[in-house]
């Protein structure tokens, strides 16, 4: 159990365009979801965390005009990048947290990441 | 700001010995929550131990086992019995200060296993 996929799992993009990441609970409901960004060799950095039904709050430094998150449902959350740019290049990861299922309260499970390429 | 320190950014070992991964953290809660996880080729998060500061007795789980020494703010993982799918990326992991919801990670030791 605890299932968290994404889709997709790479995107090659150009400079200007949009691009949406989803994340998904596959068997379990999430009330909140967690976007973290990863440069090659260096560690996650928590973006943004996403509630369900209410709006992300931004991470200090982190421009929520450009990373649009919605999180519509208990088991989707999505991750815009808008107007990309060869910097926003980068592995995007989501995690989710099962409140309901009486794990531990602070547990996160990880999906597998999105790779964003921005030429 | 808060800080997950990990000194040892790569780390070798033989299979079927052990090795231990060393992490230090600061923070001014009193109870927390701390984790190791593991990073393979596949950039799959995967969760391999955790630790509740509030508990005294370190965490165990199969060949994985961590050292906590709470007044040190120490928190390393012992790898026993070293296995090729140990190979991987680990980051330590600690609970935010005021937010047990947020993570704070270190910047990760990578662990190579030679046969």
Known sequence: GAVVSQHPSWVICKSGTSVKIECRSLDFQATTMFWYRQFPKQSLMLM????????????????????????ASLTLSTLTVTSAHPEDSSFYICSARDLASGRALD???FGPGTRLTVL | AQTVTQSQPEMSVQEAETVT????????????????????????????????????QNATENRFSVNFQKAAKSFSLKISDSQLGDAAMYFCASTREGNTDKLIFGTGTRLQVFP
């Open chain 1, 48 to 71: 943004a965390t996403s509630n369900e039904g209410s709006k992300a709050t931004y991470e200090q430094g982190v421009e929520k005009d450009k990373f649009l998150i919605n999180h």
């Open chain 1, 107 to 109: 547990e996160q499970f």
């Open chain 2, 21 to 56: 991964l060393s992490c230090t953290y600061d923070t001014s809660e009193s109870d927390y929550y701390l984790f190791w996880y593991k990073q393979p080729p596949s950039r799959q998060m995967i969760l391999v131990i955790r630790q509740e500061a509030y508990k005294q």
